[in-house]
């Protein structure tokens, strides 16, 4: 480490780690349900909100992790204040550890009426089903994380990295506050939900996972300059495209007509920041003379903008053009696209950020060794092709759900066309254990004895 208070990233990458595990454990609950039967004591409902909020939180922890690593060598200077860190990270992993065990230990209605949610209701909406009172304990732990950065930076050097990640971290911490807008018309509330998960999922959180992929692309070629460059484009064309990409969340809930063609346009749109992404890795290796040792950081970070580019760019366009999700919306095709999507864009740069420093926070310079770079190659391919076939799975099942279900006259009952997509779940279900095997894997490796080599 350059400087003492990059150590504060390492609790963060350690929880995100763990929460990932158990949240794709949950997934394979949810994947047995949908075939089998339910576990005691876990319904349905509860592993699937445990599935998707632990989604959201353990990339968080990962988002932070990477800044806290990110920015005191980028800013050349130690981070404005570690213990504000350290005292943000244990009330970041109190609430998310308080809301998983109210999830499976009460009645979600119980727990909304023990936290007070009939004063002020913000829970019951995907994605935003935690308490109130979470809710801002999670606002101030962004405020408190993205002054932090601020501060750090604006007493340090400049970049075109450290400037994007704090937009992309103040960005995603003030439309956090559409988090507590729950109106009562239903309409009016979907609208506004998206103000948040649209501009999180496809905007803010964009601007952080490029500005963690330029700074592992430069440290593995060592050329700032070209890298600059290319992110100018990207974030510019980021940029322009998010914002009225919320669009395609728009089509059927109530909305003017008018955002059946400003979704359609600009979900076309909104393949060229992942298409840049993948020129720009490819431009900047090619490019330049690289000698990095450490090849699963490699294969991680060149990877990542060729998956993001199939799962978040071209599944999420042809799945999101009107005429398209007409039919297509609320259907299998929707799960397919968003577990792709999370994996490649935000999954995958998380786990290139963790390979990359994890080593260095322990104190073994830049590369594993031997047998461990093998694991962790592993587990890259185990994950990697896992989820691509699980997300084929569920997209053929959604083609047939949407054949059986909607684009014919006479549709057949709801059970009938859960029962015609049993083998699809049962493929999906054995990707997913795969998949586990992978994380398993993948983290087993940080166990692994390391040798040490000389930094760049």
């Keep these: 480490m350059l400087y003492p208070s990059q150590a504060v990233a390492k609790p963060y990458f350690i929880t995100a780690i763990a929460l990932f595990a158990v949240q794709v454990l949950f997934g394979l609950i949810i994947g047995i349900q949908y075939v089998m039967i339910n576990i005691p004591f876990i319904t349905f409902a509860t592993a699937k909100l445990i599935h998707t909020n632990l989604l959201i939180i353990w990339l968080l922890f990962g988002f932070m992790g990477a800044a806290y690593y990110i920015i005191p060598e980028e800013s050349e200077q130690e981070l404005y204040n570690s213990k504000l860190a350290v005292l943000l990270f244990w009330v970041f992993l109190a609430l998310t550890i308080i809301t998983t065990l109210g999830y499976l230990l009460l009645p979600y ?3 909304a009426k023990i936290t007070g949610n009939q004063f002020f209701p913000t829970m ?6 935690q308490p109130t009172i979470i809710k801002l304990g999670l606002f101030a732990v962004l405020c408190g994380f993205s002054y932090n950065i601020a501060m ?3 007493h340090g050097r400049k970049t075109m990295i450290n400037l994007l990640l704090l937009v992309g971290i103040v960005g995603s911490t003030i439309v956090f506050v559409f988090a507590f807008y729950n109106p009562s018309n239903l309409v009016l509330a979907k609208y506004y939900r998206w103000w948040l998960l649209h501009f999180w999922l496809e905007g803010t959180w964009e601007l952080i996972m490029e500005a963690i992929l330029a700074y592992i692309i430069f440290k593995i070629t060592g050329d700032r300059a070209i890298v600059e460059k290319w992110l100018y484009i990207i974030v510019a064309v980021t940029l322009t495209t998010s914002v009225l990409g919320i669009g395609h969340h728009y089509y059927w809930i109530g909305v003017p007509e008018y955002w059946q063609w400003v979704g359609t346009i600009f979900s076309v749109f909104e393949l060229l920041p992942f298409f840049f992404m993948v020129l720009f890795v490819f431009n900047v290796v090619n490019c330049t003379k690289c000698q990095y040792s450490n090849n ?12 993001a580019f199939l799962g978040a760019g071209v599944l999420g366009f042809l799945h999101t053009l009107a005429p398209v999700n007409y039919y297509s919306h609320g259907t299998q095709i929707t799960s397919a696209h968003a577990h792709l999507a999370f994996y490649s864009t935000y999954v995958m740069i ?13 104190d073994h310079k830049v590369i594993n060794h031997g047998i461990s770079q093998k694991l962790e190659i592993l587990a890259f391919w185990l994950m990697t092709v896992s989820m691509s076939l699980m997300a084929l ?3 053929i099942a959604g083609i047939m759900q949407i054949y059986v279900q909607r684009a014919t006259e006479i549709a057949l009952p709801f059970i009938e066309i859960q029962n015609s997509m049993v083998v699809m779940f049962w493929l999906r279900e054995i990707g997913g254990v795969v998949f586990f095997i992978g994380v398993i894997i993948y983290i087993t490796n940080f166990f692994m004895v390391k040798k040490k080599y000389g930094t760049r």
Aim: hydrophobic share 60%; aromatic share 12%; proline share 5%.
């Design 393 to 395: 799975f569920i997209a």
């Design 152 to 154: 750090t930076i604006l």
């Design 124 to 129: 019951g909406r995907e994605y935003l089903e």
């Design 296 to 307: 699963a950081v490699k294969l991680w970070a060149l990877s990542t903008p060729i998956m």
């Design 109 to 111: 209605a119980t727990f």
């Design 350 to 362: 998380v786990l290139t950020m963790v390979s990359y420093a994890m080593p260095i926070l322990r």
